[in-house]
């Protein structure tokens, strides 16, 4: 499902992050019921994510560099909650630098930490492109916990914010449950640098299709690949977490061939009108050799390089923004197009937009949340239309949920969108009965 935190835009939300209110927490916090299986699998679930000394960060550099790396927090919390949980869940900044993420969702204890550990490992990747090309690191800590029937909302919170304060005294700690006993041992780094490599050898990763229709007659147009892993002790393992396996056991390459291949493999019987969209990595486009390596596997395929997209974000572009337009020019002389993905959902460089050999900005679903509701939010994507249309750019609009966003992104200038309100993303098979 998605989250609340996109859904709920008339509620109250954080001026600065845009994610909901603490209201909308202890509303939903009292709606679930906790309760404890005989299995050990619980359905509701938090964690509150503090960033140690943050008042330091706006001292060293400034408050607005501070603002923005909070907006950052609070957009990598996001991606990572949506890609990692199925159930109902809820993201909210409870002050400062300390976020709460709450979850209705069955879940054992060790899925519930590796999340944390999860969450916390991506918030301390430094974040790039403040004021003054400053490069920043955060030291997130994480209390978490599996609420007992009978703790409403309030305990919830103070059980978290304690557990979460006292962790200053306990020197190294990182993740700690409410219940005082520390991070229990669950699969380690190694453990599951293993678990992937027998999962690629095995073929156990998924190639799952995101439809994509166009928002003048809502006719279908193509398909995001998106990668899925079905760990057996973790349960679903998103890509954005595949892959920070796979460069941790530098693996990488293997990983995106095997995506590329199999996601090649499964659209032969597809409609000839239809596109396909493949998401590049920062690993993919730092190779020397990705380019021609790319288009081995796709001659392999046989797919017409016209019908495929390849999805680059901002992330991809720090290292080697000048190869990157290289690799990216010998593949659009193919006929391959060009998506500049997320964008909106951190900082926007726009020199990107200059360099790049581009052919759609895809917007990231933050930047259509408010757009009903919110006349700031309503006037920044008009002009990043307005700016895509000097640019001769198409429009991608992700997370489209609802009838009324759907038209008025096509009437602000969007060609494309995808989200819950036409399809979920869905097996290569179901894709393929959708498109025939």
Sequence with gaps: ??????????????????LVGSETVRERLSEWQPAHGADGVAPVHAMLLGLGRFDTVNLAYGEAA???????????????????????????????????????????????QWLAETLADTIAKPITNLLDDNKLRLWPRVALMRPLEGEGPQTILDRLAE?????????????LWADGELAMGGRSA????????????????????QPQFSTSDDSLVGAE????????????????????????????????RHIAVRALSSVADWPEHLRLSLNVTPSDLSAKNFAAEF?????????????????????SLLSDVEGTTRALESLCETGIRV????????????????????????????????????????????????????????????????????????????????????AEPMSAADFSKLAN
């Design 1 to 18: 499902m998605a989250s609340i935190a996109i859904l709920e835009a008339e509620m109250p939300r954080d001026a600065l992050t845009g």
């Design 66 to 112: 501070g603002d923005s790396a909070l907006v950052e927090v609070a957009a990598r919390l996001n991606r990572l909650a949506a890609e990692e949980l199925q159930g109902e869940w809820v993201l909210s900044r409870i002050g400062g630098g300390s976020f709460l993420l709450a979850a209705n969702e069955a879940c054992s204890r060790e899925r519930w």
């Design 163 to 175: 557990t979460l304060g006292g962790m200053s005294r306990e020197r190294g700690a990182r993740v």
């Design 190 to 209: 190694a453990q599951l640098e293993a678990d992937l490599l027998g999962a690629l050898d095995r073929d156990e990763i998924e190639i799952f299709y």
């Design 225 to 256: 690949a998106l990668a899925r892993w079905d760990h057996p002790t973790l349960g679903r393992v998103g890509a954005g977490t595949l892959f920070a396996i796979a460069e941790r056991a530098d693996h990488t390459a293997q990983l995106s």
């Design 295 to 315: 288009m081995a596997v796709l001659a392999e395929s046989g797919f017409d390089p016209a019908a495929l997209t390849l999805e680059i974000t901002e992330q």
């Design 339 to 422: 998506a500049l993905d997320d964008f909106g959902a951190g900082f926007c460089n726009f020199r990107y937009l200059k360099l790049l050999p581009l052919d759609y900005l895809k917007l990231d679903k933050a930047m259509v949340d408010g757009i009903l509701d919110d006349e700031r939010d309503l006037a920044v994507f008009r002009a990043i239309t307005a700016m895509a249309r000097a640019l001769d750019l198409k429009v991608i609009a992700e997370g489209i949920e609802t009838a009324e966003q759907r038209d008025l992104v096509a009437r602000e200038g969007a060609q494309t969108y995808q989200g819950f309100l036409k």
